[in-house]
C-alpha cells in the first residue's frame, strides 16, 4: 500500500528564506508525486507533479521538488518565501491506475513572517 | 466561471438527519470524485466516478451514496448522519489518467450537531 510522511506539521520560515518542506513516500511501483496547496477555506490546488523524466519538477509560484528515487523523497522547495505562501502543503502519491487515486499526507502549514 | 463548483458550502445538522451535497464542473472532465477532509486537516478519497460509472470506493459506510446524474455532475448523498461524519467534503474533477491533474471545488463544510 502506498503512503506519504510529511515531516513537520508547521514550518515557519522569515519573509526571504528559503523554504523546505519535507516529504516521504512508500510505494511499491513507481510513483506519481504531486504537491498540492491550500489556502484557507478553497479547495486544494496542484503546485507540481511528477510522472516520468527529469527528477528535478519546477512548479507555479517559483517552487519546485525534486524526485529522489534512492531517498524515496520528493521535498518542496522554494529560494525565497513571500507572505502570500501561507498556506497548507500536501504531498500526494499515486500508482498507474489508469484512474487518479490519490494517497495525501498529512499536510504542513507553512507560516512566513515578516 | 467556477470550475468545480460544490453546495453547500456550509451544512449544519443535527444527527440522524439526511443530507445531500452537490456538485458540478464544467472543465469537461470525466472524471470526479470525493474527497473527505477531517479536523486534523487529513485528507481521503471516498468515491471516483468515470463517465457516470463508480470505479473507486473506498471503505466508506454506505450511509454514504454517491450519484452521478451524468459526468458533469457526482452528488453525495448522506443518511443518517453521525457526530464522527463532521469534516469538510471536497468535490474534483480530473481527465481520466493517473497524473492528471485533480480541480477541486471549494469544499463544503459539514457540521453534524
Redesign the interface.
Known amino acids: 500500500a502506498q503512503s506519504v510522511t510529511q515531516l513537520g506539521s508547521h514550518v515557519s520560515v522569515s519573509e526571504g528564506a528559503l523554504v523546505l518542506l519535507r516529504c516521504n513516500y512508500s510505494s511499491s511501483v513507481p510513483p506519481y508525486l504531486f504537491w498540492y496547496v491550500q489556502y484557507p477555506n478553497q479547495g486544494l490546488q496542484l503546485l507540481l507533479k511528477y510522472t516520468t523524466g527529469a527528477t528535478l519538477v519546477k512548479g507555479i509560484n517559483g517552487f519546485e521538488a525534486e524526485f529522489k528515487k534512492s531517498e524515496t523523497s520528493f521535498h518542496l522547495t522554494k529560494p525565497s518565501a513571500h507572505m502570500s505562501d501561507a498556506a497548507e502543503y500536501f504531498c500526494a502519491v499515486s500508482e498507474d491506475t489508469g484512474f487518479q487515486k490519490l494517497v495525501f499526507g498529512t499536510g504542513t502549514r507553512l507560516l512566513v513572517s515578516p | 466561471d467556477t470550475a468545480?463548483s460544490q453546495t453547500p458550502k456550509y451544512l449544519v445538522t443535527q444527527m440522524g438527519n439526511d443530507k445531500s451535497i452537490k456538485c458540478e464542473q464544467n472543465l469537461g472532465h470525466d472524471?470526479m470524485?470525493w474527497y473527505k477532509q477531517d479536523s486534523?486537516?487529513?485528507?481521503?478519497?471516498m468515491f471516483?466516478y468515470?463517465n457516470k460509472e463508480l470505479?473507486?470506493n473506498e471503505t466508506v459506510p454506505n450511509r454514504f451514496s454517491p450519484k452521478s446524474p451524468d459526468k458533469a455532475h457526482l452528488n453525495l448523498h448522506i443518511n443518517s448522519l453521525e457526530l464522527g461524519d463532521s469534516a469538510v467534503y471536497?468535490c474534483?474533477s480530473?481527465k481520466?489518467?493517473?497524473?492528471?491533474?485533480?480541480f477541486?471545488?471549494?469544499?463544503t463544510q459539514l457540521s453534524v450537531l
Open positions: 468545480v472524471t470524485y486534523k486537516k487529513f485528507l481521503k478519497i471516483s468515470n470505479i473507486i471536497f474534483a480530473s481520466t489518467g493517473s497524473n492528471e491533474k485533480l477541486f471545488g471549494s469544499g
